[in-house]
């Protein structure tokens, strides 16, 4: 059954202004699953205004109240986390383990943010003169424009709508073109725990309407996830008319293995790391940089175990890896294994298209022989391909790791706690794992990176409030006279 799907504008479900729809395609099946309406300037225009106008009663609600509503997102989306899984899959491709986990996500971003609803912590200081009382206290922005990708469809918007909303911010969000399904069943959440009419706004389709929101006067703040062309093209617009822009773009990832990790725990990291999700996560791991004497073993093992993986539709029980998200993708990714050879690798598994009548599927695949500086090395691929890179000590593997663009995460495999805290210290990723995979972020910990990855700023965490709050200065003085400090050349 085709899904059709519409915009939610101030509380309502609504057509766009053009009547212009476009397709969403099961990757796995070419199926067609829904369509939904392709915004454009003029349903960005009524969006920002539904949220403006809502704006003026939400940023007034308590922040504790604001929290339980989010409390109750969290509770229908566990009573619907099922549901919602098995739509992502069919939407987007990965396997239901993994949408169940996508889920779960936005589940612990609704409680540890409907907590901060009775934190949103500000703080006090002392001030130079008697009877006066300072203090800096987190305030609202007004209108958000989120901008996110199909690969979390559900866990990267909430990391941003979450404190966006539990701050009184009320939110425009544009999701990806391939998720309109699965975004529009988040949003149905939202709805049904009682945020009222306005306060989130969803306008799906193309690059239109977030270029149109980027740049909309009336938004204050646009947080983005997505690839880095499209994220510093956000960036300079909507700088040149001068919003705060919060960016998370690519990673080149990497798991560093030194001859004395233990073996086995490092291959199942590398095969979860580089292959779940189909490699198409932000921190997925396309970089396996290894050291000299437990290269042979460590490939053998890997090998065999990418050999194994059995790709397929995510929604049937026995699969472990899905399809790309879409044909461009596949393109993209099949395009990378020319480079590769060109460049001087060798295929060691895989390489290819996994035979199968329809759907976007290419097999795991482990290239060899691969140098820094390759392209292979060094551009985001963001398919299903390891390429491994040989070093002869920790310091040429920290080397490496650190010469990519990117910056986001991290990992080290090794027994010996020196090399453990010299790695902590010297990998230059906004995240970085000891003995565990490069993917795995848990949302009480800043997420984000260094470098090309983004432009500063950090998701989640003790950072999570930061994109969408500005901090208001506060001085109060109860003395009933004029004051002046003794030096009172302040601004
Ligand atoms: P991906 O390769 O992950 O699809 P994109 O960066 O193209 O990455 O997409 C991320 C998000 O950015 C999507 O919601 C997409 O529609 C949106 N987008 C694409 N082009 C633009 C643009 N020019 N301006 C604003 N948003 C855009």
């Given at each position: 059954m085709v899904q059709q799907i519409?915009?939610?504008?101030?509380?309502?479900?609504?057509?766009?202004?053009?009547?212009?729809?476009?397709?969403?395609?099961?990757?796995?099946?070419?199926?067609?699953?829904?369509?939904?309406?392709?915004?454009?300037?003029?349903?960005?225009?009524?969006?920002?205004?539904?949220?403006?106008?809502?704006?003026?009663?939400w940023r007034l609600i308590p922040a504790p109240r604001r929290g339980e509503i989010l409390y109750e997102v969290a509770r229908i989306?566990?009573?619907?986390?099922?549901?919602?899984?098995?739509?992502?899959?069919?939407?987007?491709?990965?396997?239901?383990?993994?949408?169940?986990g996508d889920v779960q996500e936005a589940i612990d971003m609704a409680y540890y943010m409907g907590g901060e609803g009775r934190r949103m912590q500000g703080y006090t200081a002392p001030v130079e003169m008697p009877n006066k009382f300072g203090m800096a206290i987190r305030?609202?922005?007004?209108?958000?424009?989120?901008?996110?990708?199909?690969?979390?469809?559900?866990?990267?918007p909430s990391w941003k709508m979450l404190p966006a909303?539990?701050?009184?911010?009320?939110?425009?969000?544009?999701?990806s073109e391939d998720t309109p399904a699965i975004s529009a069943a988040f949003v149905q959440v939202f709805a049904d725990a009682g945020l009222p009419a306005g306060v989130l706004n969803l306008v799906t389709g193309a690059g239109e309407a977030g270029a149109a929101l980027a740049v909309h006067p009336n938004v204050r703040v646009i947080s983005f996830t997505g690839s880095t062309a499209t994220g510093l093209?956000?960036?300079?617009?909507?700088?040149?008319?001068?919003?705060?822009?919060?960016?998370?773009?690519?990673g080149k990832n990497a798991i560093i293995v030194m001859d004395d990790a233990n073996l086995s725990l490092a291959v199942d990291a590398i095969n979860w790391s580089a292959f779940g999700t189909t490699g198409q996560r932000c921190t997925a791991t396309s970089r396996l940089i290894v050291q000299k004497g437990i290269k042979p073993k460590l490939l053998e093992a890997l090998a065999e175990k990418a050999k194994m993986i059995k790709v397929g539709y995510g929604i049937q029980p026995d699969v472990q890896m899905?399809?790309?998200?879409?044909?461009?993708?596949?393109?993209?990714?099949?395009?990378?294994?020319?480079?590769?050879?060109?460049?001087?690798a060798r295929v060691l598994v895989g390489g290819g298209r996994a035979d199968m009548d329809k759907g976007f599927f290419f097999l795991p695949t482990i290239l060899d022989g691969v140098k820094q500086g390759m392209r292979v090395?060094?551009?985001?691929?963001?398919?299903?391909?390891?390429?491994?890179?040989?070093?002869?000590?920790?310091?040429?593997?920290?080397?490496?790791?650190?010469?990519?663009?990117?910056?986001?995460?991290?990992?080290?495999?090794?027994?010996?706690?020196?090399?453990?805290?010299?790695?902590?210290?010297?990998?230059t990723t906004g995240i970085v794992y000891i003995n565990h995979g490069t993917t795995g972020a848990e949302i009480q910990f800043p997420f984000g990176g260094t470098r090309g990855t983004g432009n500063g700023m950090r998701e989640a965490g003790a950072s999570a409030l930061d994109s969408f709050t500005e901090w208001k200065s506060v001085y109060v003085d109860f003395s009933g006279q004029l004051q002046r400090a003794q030096i009172d050349n302040r601004e």
């Amino acid at each position: 059954m085709v899904q059709q799907i519409r915009h939610f504008i101030g509380g309502e479900w609504v057509n766009s202004a053009s009547g212009e729809t476009f397709e969403s395609i099961n990757p796995a099946t070419e199926e067609v699953i829904a369509i939904a309406p392709k915004g454009d300037v003029s349903d960005i225009d009524k969006a920002v205004e539904a949220a403006k106008k809502a704006y003026t009663q939400w940023r007034l609600i308590p922040a504790p109240r604001r929290g339980e509503i989010l409390y109750e997102v969290a509770r229908i989306l566990q009573e619907r986390k099922e549901d919602l899984a098995r739509l992502m899959t069919q939407e987007m491709g990965k396997i239901l383990a993994e949408t169940r986990g996508d889920v779960q996500e936005a589940i612990d971003m609704a409680y540890y943010m409907g907590g901060e609803g009775r934190r949103m912590q500000g703080y006090t200081a002392p001030v130079e003169m008697p009877n006066k009382f300072g203090m800096a206290i987190r305030d609202s922005v007004g209108v958000v424009g989120l901008i996110t990708p199909w690969n979390f469809p559900v866990a990267v918007p909430s990391w941003k709508m979450l404190p966006a909303l539990v701050a009184g911010n009320c939110v425009v969000w544009k999701p990806s073109e391939d998720t309109p399904a699965i975004s529009a069943a988040f949003v149905q959440v939202f709805a049904d725990a009682g945020l009222p009419a306005g306060v989130l706004n969803l306008v799906t389709g193309a690059g239109e309407a977030g270029a149109a929101l980027a740049v909309h006067p009336n938004v204050r703040v646009i947080s983005f996830t997505g690839s880095t062309a499209t994220g510093l093209s956000v960036y300079t617009k909507a700088a040149a008319v001068g919003k705060k822009v919060t960016l998370e773009m690519g990673g080149k990832n990497a798991i560093i293995v030194m001859d004395d990790a233990n073996l086995s725990l490092a291959v199942d990291a590398i095969n979860w790391s580089a292959f779940g999700t189909t490699g198409q996560r932000c921190t997925a791991t396309s970089r396996l940089i290894v050291q000299k004497g437990i290269k042979p073993k460590l490939l053998e093992a890997l090998a065999e175990k990418a050999k194994m993986i059995k790709v397929g539709y995510g929604i049937q029980p026995d699969v472990q890896m899905g399809p790309l998200v879409n044909m461009k993708a596949l393109n993209k990714v099949a395009s990378y294994m020319d480079v590769a050879k060109t460049d001087g690798a060798r295929v060691l598994v895989g390489g290819g298209r996994a035979d199968m009548d329809k759907g976007f599927f290419f097999l795991p695949t482990i290239l060899d022989g691969v140098k820094q500086g390759m392209r292979v090395e060094q551009e985001e691929i963001f398919g299903p391909v390891l390429s491994v890179i040989e070093v002869e000590s920790l310091e040429e593997a920290i080397h490496v790791n650190n010469s990519t663009a990117y910056g986001l995460s991290s990992s080290i495999f090794t027994e010996n706690v020196n090399a453990a805290f010299r790695a902590i210290r010297d990998l230059t990723t906004g995240i970085v794992y000891i003995n565990h995979g490069t993917t795995g972020a848990e949302i009480q910990f800043p997420f984000g990176g260094t470098r090309g990855t983004g432009n500063g700023m950090r998701e989640a965490g003790a950072s999570a409030l930061d994109s969408f709050t500005e901090w208001k200065s506060v001085y109060v003085d109860f003395s009933g006279q004029l004051q002046r400090a003794q030096i009172d050349n302040r601004e």
